[in-house]
């Protein structure tokens, strides 16, 4: 039964990563038990300790890094949608890339969107097993207004 209002939308942030492919799933299986709209956000940045994410052959060094991070965003959906068929909400997905600092962009899209919920995987595209809580992870919860969901894979998928 609604109740008149519309509901905010559940953001997901993903960077391609195992952590994000796991975000990703509970916020779709969250969405619809919410009866929300998903958005899923991917923040295009080439950090200093990952530099060249964005080129994966010689010809990607003349191309726009936001052109190169939307044909892995969509690489990343259809590989989604392919591992898990039976997850409608990934047959036609609302997205959004926009360009940044991580965290930041996060949050800032969560208020501009008025999101009701963000979810993130615990760590991103490095991946150090040292790391508990990546440091985007851990800043969106520190700053973000809304609940932030963080998202860990089990060392047992980690491995497989």
Known sequence: ????????????????????????????????????PLLILHVVHD????????????????????????EMFEEFLDGMRSRHAGV??????????VIGLPASRIVEMAEKK??????????GRTGLPHILLGSVAERVV?????????IKVSEVNEKS
């Open 142 to 150: 520190q700053t973000a207004r809304q609940p932030v969901t963080v």
């Open 88 to 97: 409608a909400v990934l047959s036609s997905p609302n997205k959004l890339q």
């Open 114 to 123: 008025n999101a009701g919920h963000i979810v993130m995987g615990s760590r």
């Open 1 to 36: 039964m609604s109740d008149g209002r519309e509901k905010k939308p559940v953001i997901v942030a993903v960077d391609f990563s195992p952590d994000s492919e796991a975000a990703l799933l509970w916020a779709c299986g969250y969405a619809e038990l919410m009866a929300a």
């Open 47 to 70: 950090p200093a300790y990952a530099p060249g994410f964005y080129r994966k052959d010689e010809t990607d060094w003349s191309r726009l890094m936001s052109e190169i991070a939307k």
